[in-house]
């Protein structure tokens, strides 16, 4: 069993890729354990602050490091990233040869109701992750585009086809850890 540490790029309560997050966890995993992070209580980065760490930064950090593997689930927000996304990405390369993000294997998706979901926020994440020695899995990407009817009242994914998609991510994430599992 895999440990992998969930970051949603969002804050919203009720946010979609939540959701997402969610009909995942509810597809066909054996060799996955989702671990969903709360990034809410992450400050905002500061240099000052990087050698006396605040609490919250402190036990996030030790939850990527003890995690066998990252998925990030993000929105695209002004084709890119969130900023609160980016945050605690600084975070988690400070201070100075501390970068938590290094080695690990990592998927990323996204939903959005864009016509192309969340390509341009994951292509910027891929490539600042891979800036940072995480080992991103290159395909399948995924980019859903977000309906009303994409999820069930319970966080299912409706579409049988799009549900087929997805196991297919998940089994190929699976294999990414296994492969990359240090």
Known sequence: MYNVSVIAGSLRKDSFNKKLMHALDKLNHPQLKFNVLDISQIPLFN???ENNMPTAVVNFKKEIVNSDGLLFITPEYNRSIPGVLKNVI????RPYGKNCWANKPTGIIGTSPGAIGTAVAQAHLRSILVGLEA?????????????????????????????????????????????HHK
């Not at 999820?151 to 086809?161: C, K, L, W, Y």
């Open 90 to 93: 600084d975070w988690g390369t």
């Open 47 to 49: 240099q000052d602050n």
């Open 135 to 179: 080992i991103v899995l290159g395909q399948p990407e995924v980019y859903l585009v977000y309906k009303n009817e994409l999820f069930d009242e319970n966080d299912r994914i409706t579409n049988e086809g799009t549900a087929k998609f997805l196991q297919g991510f998940l089994d190929k994430f699976s294999n990414w850890i296994q492969t």
